[in-house]
């Protein structure tokens, strides 16, 4: 389903001549030329879509199916908005760059929400302050939510993304509904959910997680003109997680590690929480298989601090003879002991989100073959050829780099190297692991005995 849909009494009005191009009736087939209501969604997600719609005032609700035709469509957005530019080199490759002060995660404007502080982080001695997270008390959040969320979409459209961390119908996969006034976002989490129409069917009652999330920037609000076309407002940014509603909310920052709910909002931090009550773990763990010349296969779950290797080593390229090694996934793990006392794993995401400086053929030949195509770049250098650079190792830069990206091995000290630079790229992949869509997951190690 791709229709533009109506809130109660709200007549859609379409964003812009630019969207109304793109999305609305023309001699073209438009995304729009279906119109329907809220009536398309499930009962639970209607009434949240309203709630949300009431409360930030979009000028357009649209509900995103995750078809190739659209994304080419939010691509072209972006374009002509100055935001995203194709990569004239590679294959169907884009480059974004931020604004300077939106360009990494917050940590210090990320909270939990609980009545209970106890539950949600240790709390340290008088004078003392604590550094494993961040809690807000309910009624301080809720002002908090409040100051910043009524109006927020003014001008802007509103995107209905339904998502599946994991494949759709997994044992432990998870659905969720992320609204957001960021193009951006809705290309990004294309390629790190399972974003779609079979997500959305997927959901019966309250079985999902819901995410809101704003750049925080009304069109009204824009009185000069925007850094690299970037729309954030850094100053009031906030990170949300609320447990015990299953809901996360993030205002002011388009940067993925911010924007993009499904990654560490929902996959890491709520799926902790999740895990504790269903009885599974949600970590931050690389998974990889690995097959010796005589056929044994093992599985083997690895956990690093970000930007500290774990796609390095989750796509290794192994060197000694026979020996094969396959990737399931490069940051989080979701795992569980099965019936016979097995520990499973499973990738929750769909594509890598990594950290580009220090990738290079060197090593991650796998990533570099990876971005050569499919793959949205943020905040890296730009090549005379179309190309892309960033800091690597060992070769220093000279304009024009006429050679491939995957080449580029040394630092390039100027605006493009300001972290994190990240690249964010779909599956398939080199030697990924098979099954990679199926709802079986990958044996991690045998529980051992008392």
Same mark, same amino acid.
């Given at each position: ?37 809220? /009536? ?21 609700? @649209? ?58 982080? +240790? ?14 008390? %309910? ?19 509103? @995107? ?8 759709? !119908? ?17 290309? /990004? ?46 100053? $009031? ?14 205002? !002011?920052?388009? @940067? !993925? ?6 990654? $560490? ?10 895990? $504790?009550?269903? =009885? ?17 296969? $093992? ?5 690093? +601090? ?50 580009? +400086?220090?990738?290079? /053929?060197?090593?991650? %030949? ?14 890296? =250098?730009?090549? =005379?050829?179309? =190309? ?15 050679? %491939? ?29 098979? %099954? ?11 529980? /051992?005995?008392?």
């Amino acid at each position: 389903l791709a229709a533009i849909m109506s809130v109660s009494l709200l007549r859609v009005q379409l964003l812009s001549p630019m969207a109304q191009q793109l999305f609305g009736a023309s001699s073209r087939r438009g995304l729009a030329d279906v119109p329907t209501t809220l /009536s398309a969604l499930p009962q639970s997600v209607r009434n949240y879509v309203k709630e949300k719609a009431n409360l930030c005032q979009p000028d357009d609700i @649209y509900l995103c199916d995750g078809s190739e035709e659209e994304n080419k469509r939010f691509l072209e957005i972006m374009r002509r908005a100055g935001i995203a530019k194709p990569l004239r080199k590679m294959d169907n490759c884009w480059l974004v760059r931020t604004d300077p002060a939106d360009v990494a995660r917050v940590e210090s404007k990320t909270v939990i929400s609980t009545a209970d502080k106890r539950q949600t982080v +240790p709390i340290p001695k008088e004078g003392v302050k604590g550094q494993l997270g961040n809690w807000m008390s %309910p009624s301080d959040l809720q002002a908090a939510l409040q100051d910043r969320f009524p109006g927020c979409m003014a001008g802007r459209a509103m @995107y209905i993304i339904p998502f599946s961390m994991g494949p759709v !119908g997994g044992p432990i996969s998870k659905l969720g509904i992320q609204l957001t006034d960021s193009p951006y976002v809705v290309a /990004s989490m294309r390629i790190m959910t399972r974003m779609g129409r079979a997500a959305l069917d997927a959901i019966q009652g309250d079985n999902y997680v819901k995410c809101l999330h704003s750049v925080g920037l009304p069109l009204k609000d824009i009185s000069k003109p925007l850094v690299q076309n970037w729309p954030c407002n850094p100053s $009031k940014i906030l990170i949300s997680h609320i447990p015990d509603r299953n809901e996360i909310a993030s205002f !002011g920052s388009g @940067y !993925g590690g911010n924007s993009l709910l499904g990654k $560490k909002c929902f996959a890491l931090r709520l799926g902790s929480i999740l895990g $504790k009550r269903e =009885g599974w773990l949600a970590e931050h763990m690389l998974i990889l298989g690995i097959t010796d010349p005589r056929g044994n296969k $093992k599985y083997v779950a690895a956990a690093f +601090p970000s930007a500290c290797g774990k796609t390095n080593l989750a796509m290794l390229q192994p060197t000694l003879p026979g020996y094969k090694v396959e990737c399931v996934g490069d940051d989080i793990a979701w795992m569980k002991f099965d019936a016979d006392g097995v520990l499973r794993a499973i990738n929750p995401e769909a594509g890598f989100f990594g950290v580009a +400086p220090g990738t290079c /053929s060197h090593t991650n %030949p796998n990533a570099m073959r990876t971005i050569q195509s499919n793959t949205i770049f943020t905040n890296v =250098g730009e090549t =005379g050829d179309g =190309g892309v650079y960033w800091r690597a190792w060992r070769r220093r830069w000279t304009p024009p780099l006429a050679s %491939p990206a995957g080449e580029a091995r040394c630092g390039l000290r100027t605006a493009a190297t300001r972290p994190p630079i990240r690249t964010r790229v779909s599956a398939p992949r080199p030697r990924s692991a098979r %099954p990679w869509t199926p709802t079986g997951r990958v044996p991690r190690a045998s529980r /051992s005995a008392p």
